[in-house]
């Protein structure tokens, strides 16, 4: 039974008044959330669905205030008075033409959510660690990705560029999941093109996987970059 939780105007409010617009993509709706302003007391006498019966403090915090933040997104901007959060499934539960992305990274919260997207994914990440960069690249970047990298390697540092090649095939996977529902390796896409004016880049899935799942020849990706962490997005609208 996948019954949903809907948050009362109070909390919806509440976060929706912390949050800051973004403007990043044409036809989406997009906020970023910083729960240092956010009291976390706020959802202690919430009851979490039974997925989260057994999570810290701080993972509820993420998970309340992103899924407040989408249902006060859908109240504002296309009164929508139904919540996206399910009782038994982790992930949103999206009813057509919606389609949605939300994303977390430390203290941070992005969500993107749209009517009139063909695909939709978005991601933040925070500088990765140089474990991750001695030990886990390979896991993370294909031949095509390095090869990328010996374009750009004069205007970008590498921990910059595997940050941004995490973050933006996080965004792709997101994008493509709704139809997809599996898991696929970071191997299994690659980017082929990048305009770092632009802050774009194009990405192909392999041969294999886009057959398999009948996935279109390329996609398109954005990001911004800040001080301390790199925020990336994979969308089309349906006007495109």
Sequence with gaps: MNEPLYFQKYFTDYVFEH???LELMQDCVCY??????IDVHLFKNLTPPKYLEQAVSTRLSEFYSG???IQAILMQYYEVYEGVTSLSQRLPQWTPPFRGSISHSKNQIVV??????????????????????AEGQHLILNHQDYKIWDEIKSELSFQQFLTLVF??????????????KHYIDFLDAAITEISLPNR??????SNEIQNK?????????????QEDYVLTWVYKTNQK
């Design 19 to 21: 949050a800051q617009k």
């Design 167 to 180: 973050s933006i095939k996080e965004s792709l996977y997101k994008a493509v999941y709704p139809e997809v």
């Design 32 to 37: 970023q959330l910083d729960l240092e302003h």
């Design 67 to 69: 899924r407040i933040l």
């Design 112 to 133: 993107a959510v749209s009517a009139s997207t063909a695909y939709l994914g978005i991601d933040i990440e925070h500088w990765v660690s140089e474990a991750l960069i």
């Design 213 to 225: 799942f009948q996935l279109v020849q390329e996609y398109e990706g954005y990001w911004e970059i």
């Design 200 to 205: 774009c880049v194009k990405l192909k899935f």
